[in-house]
Structure formats: C-alpha cells, structure tokens
Nanobody, 116 residues
C-alpha cells in the first residue's frame, strides 16, 4: 500500500509561485508514474501533469503548459510541481497520484488559492 502526502499549498497572489511536494511511502517509488490532478469547486477532477517512473517523459494539461513543471527525486521518494505565473483559475485542491500496473493511489490533497 502506497501512502502519498502532499505539501506546499497555500495562498498566493496572481503571478506568484508555489512548489508542491508529494512524499511517498510504503511502496517502490521508482516503479510508479506520478501525476498531479486538481479539483476546482463545482468541477470534476482535472489532470494537471504526469511524469514517468524515471523522469524521462512529462505531460502537461494545456492550461498549465509553460507555467508548471513536474519533477521527481526517486532517492527522496518525492514528486514536485513547480507552479509559476499562477492565475486565479488555478485555485483548487491539488492531489498527487501514483500509477503502476493497474494500481492507483491518491493523496489527501493540498489547497492552492490564488488571489487576484
């Protein structure tokens, strides 16, 4: 069983930056592709970004491309999401996700609020 704990959320003004982290335990972190999703109030969960197990490939939603950067440190069992040029529409609860061989695990989420 993989446990994921997100951190780094908070309140920031538009144009600002935040760096989210997701620490994993209970599994072999380097086996898992890791992703970030977000839940905006009143909407379904939205894909944000994904990184492969070894970090050699990344994918981004169009809405965050060029502003967000996903990375991972397999030695620290941690995946990061660097968020720059934040917009009020980025306000959401951000979740990290671990995927491997049909297994999916989710963290509890961290709130990001961007004020205009």
């Amino acid at each position: 069983q993989v446990r994921l704990v997100e951190s780094g959320g908070g309140l920031v003004q538009a144009g600002g930056s935040l760096r989210l982290a997701c620490a994993a335990s209970g599994g072999t972190f380097s086996n898992y592709a890791m992703g970030w999703f977000r839940r905006i109030p009143g909407k379904d969960n939205e894909f944000v970004s994904l990184i492969t197990w070894n970090g050699d490939s990344t994918t981004y939603a169009d809405s965050v491309k060029g502003r967000f950067t996903i990375s991972r440190d397999n030695a620290k069992n941690t995946v990061y999401l660097q968020m720059n040029s934040l917009k009020p529409e980025d306000t959401a609860v951000y979740f990290c996700n671990a995927q491997y061989n049909g297994e999916y695990y989710w963290g509890q989420g961290t709130q990001v609020t961007v004020s205009s």
